[in-house]
């Protein structure tokens, strides 16, 4: 008997029976297919205005800065403002999704559209979703959106739409799972930056990944 | 590692001895248990999804080998491979195979209690290949040949001094004058010297928080991002964990991390949970080549069914070590194994054996704290006592104590007889005491008591003597 079936089979027994009936299949079939919807906090069943609020509010708790920028053509500028206060634009690689988004030279901004390397000190990157719950970031990987961007820069910025940010995580994976590309191969959900408590059990901010995390969020 | 639970007593002595360690355990009063009953409170939902949360995974483990295929079926349908293990030999070897396959010589490793359960460091190195921890506790007690002391916080018994001692011994080519006195300057070495590490590893190792049937995604929650380094920059990725880990679908999932970060830390949401599904994509700028999951059972099967299936709905969220007055003073490596505190009182005798744990179960007031934060509802005192009464079956404690219990017993179940034990031995020791001002500094067959204080004599009469005259107020 292989490591598989003896798995398998001690656990039927420990459970007092052998395979499962077409019954218990069957249910449990039904739950994977609709899964039924746990409760929520209330929290964040709020107006979408207030959601977006809330949103801000909680990522500044877990050390996040947020800004707000009336359209898409601000991001730029509103990007370039944040970095000028940490980094030398040189090292900036944005995610190849965010190409033709809007006028990055026109803000003095040269990024590299790529996956980031060792040597990029700054990030920027599309959200998939904001949730308003905890103040989180909810990323997809996609060829034109690698992972690596969101963990190996110092700087990480993220664009996010007010009009994606919903109230919990359940919503944001209801919109996940209408995808027509289906689902992504990684979801982060990224809660303020890089942190650790293991020297002293004290906080400190920039443990592996990035040391500061800067949302720009586009109201129209 | 091989357990030493055994030597449970030794240990604790030697703990309370240890003035840093006791030190750092101090801080939990102030740090991860206020945090909690803070976040907790925060949230008036809490409640609820405790219920919740315990009644999903009672499902699951109703159903655990549906839940198990249906994972299995998509993990393959994304292009990864999934690989059942029996015991600790067959997951160390398994693995092994995988990086032998991949040609790797160093393996990044994100914490992960399952390889610790299993000793995958030493096997590896005996292998020839290098292990490097990334998670900062776990690289600290690596680099210090240490177990972990706490299931979320492993070098939570050092302090600054420690770890700058431990990073100029091994990282010999940085100048030895450099400052390292600052929790920063400590933070920034780690980060630069782990960071050449990510970059030049052929495998990752990552554990799991949770597995998804649904989707048959992984879901790992770190703060550091490790994780996410770990699993993204090498060409292999390898995922260990238990079989308890599934839940049906990313609904529950979230239920349950709900619970997590704020059980843990007192985080409202830890800073990364990351559900990842399979190898790379035609296309994708990253990720691994290869996407292997390890179920590891070890003893884990055998708990279902019976009185200590409970104790697989732990989320390892360390909640119970925190509010733990023994784990409180004893500290994690008194108890022996990779799993200390209450839900190690409970999980190691079930998986290396009551013979070498039998302390364990013992080393609780039994006064319920764990019981009362635990996020899964597990109650663990109950079974703390389920292995203290099969450690009397099995004749483990010495024959004085079994002898002392036995008369006890008896004299239990004769409520008469029993009280008026009760009350003669009451009155003489009030008698006895009224000539040393109330108190015992020495009483024989109370030296365990004595020995570290007071033994106040009693007052008054017995509460049942009160009671049955009526005398119900003091
Ligand atoms: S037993 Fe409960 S409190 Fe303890 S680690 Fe497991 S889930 Fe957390």
Known sequence: MNDRDRVLSTIRRALGRGEASAERLRGVRERLARPPANPVPARAQVSPDRQVEMFAAMAAEVASTVVRVPTPADVPAAVASYLVQHEPPPGLVAAPALEGACDWAAAGLAPRFANAGPEDQAAVVPAFAGVAETGTLVLLSAPDTPTGLNFLPDTHVVVLAARDIVGTYEEAWRRIRALPTGMPRTVNMVTGPSRTGDIEQTIQLGAHGPRRLHIVIVDG | ????????????????????????????????????????????????????????????????????????????????????????????????????????????????????????????????????????????????????????????????????????????????????????????????????????????????????????????????????????????????????????????????????????????????????????????????????????????????????????????????????????????????????????????????????????????????RCEAVCPMRIPLPKMLRHWREREFERHLPPLRARAALRLWAWLARRPALYRLFADAGMAGLAWLARRRGGRFAKLPLAGGWTRARDLPAPQGRTFLSQWAAGKRRP
């Not at chain 2, 990552?206 to 992984?218: C, H, Q």
């Not at chain 2, 194994?337 to 005798?349: K, Q």
Request: proline fraction near 5%.
């Open chain 2, 1 to 368: 590692m091989l357990p030493t639970s055994h030597a449970f007593r030794e240990g604790a002595r030697r703990a309370l001895d240890d003035a840093a360690l006791q030190q750092a355990l101090g801080m939990l009063k102030t740090g991860f248990r206020v945090k909690r009953g803070v976040a907790a409170r925060r949230m008036p939902e809490f409640e609820q999804l405790r219920d919740v949360a315990r009644d999903l995974k009672n499902h699951t483990l109703d159903n655990l080998d549906l839940y198990l295929e249906a994972f299995e079926a998509k993990v393959v349908e994304q292009g990864g491979k999934v690989h059942w293990c029996r015991d600790a030999a067959s997951a160390r070897q398994v693995i092994l195979d995988i990086c032998r396959a991949a040609g790797a010589r160093t393996v990044t490793k994100s914490k992960s209690m399952v390889a610790e359960e299993i000793a995958l460091n030493p096997f590896l190195e005996r292998h020839a290949v290098e292990p490097i921890e990334t998670d900062l506790g776990e690289y600290i007690i690596q680099l210090r040949d240490e177990p972990p002391s706490h299931i979320i916080a492993p070098a939570i018994h050092l302090n600054r001094r420690h770890v700058a001692d431990a990073f100029m011994a091994n990282h010999r080519d940085l100048p030895p004058e450099r400052p390292l006195d600052e929790p920063r300057q400590l933070l920034d070495e780690a980060r630069a010297v782990l960071r050449q590490r990510f970059l030049a590893a052929d495998v990752g190792i990552t554990g799991a928080n949770l597995l998804i049937a649904e989707t048959g995604s992984v879901a790992l929650v770190t703060n550091e991002g490790n994780a996410d380094l770990t699993m993204t920059l090498p060409r292999v990725h390898i995922v260990l964990t238990g079989i308890e880990k599934v839940v049906p679908t990313l609904d529950d999932a979230m239920t349950v991390l709900r619970l997590l970060a704020r059980s843990a830390t007192g985080q409202e949401f830890s800073s990364y949970t990351t559900f990842v599904a399979g190898p790379r994509r035609p296309g994708d700028l990253d990720g691994p080549e290869q996407f292997h999951v390890v179920l590891l059972d070890n003893g884990r099967s055998n708990m279902l069914g019976g009185e200590f299936q409970d104790m697989l709905r732990c989320i390892r969220c360390a909640a119970c070590l925190n509010h733990c007055p023994v784990y409180g003073a004893a500290g994690g490596h008194a108890y022996g194994w990779v799993y200390s505190g209450p839900m190690g009182s409970v999980l190691t005798p079930a998986l290396v054996g009551l013979e070498e744990a039998h302390h364990l179960p013992n080393a609780s007031s039994l006064c319920g």
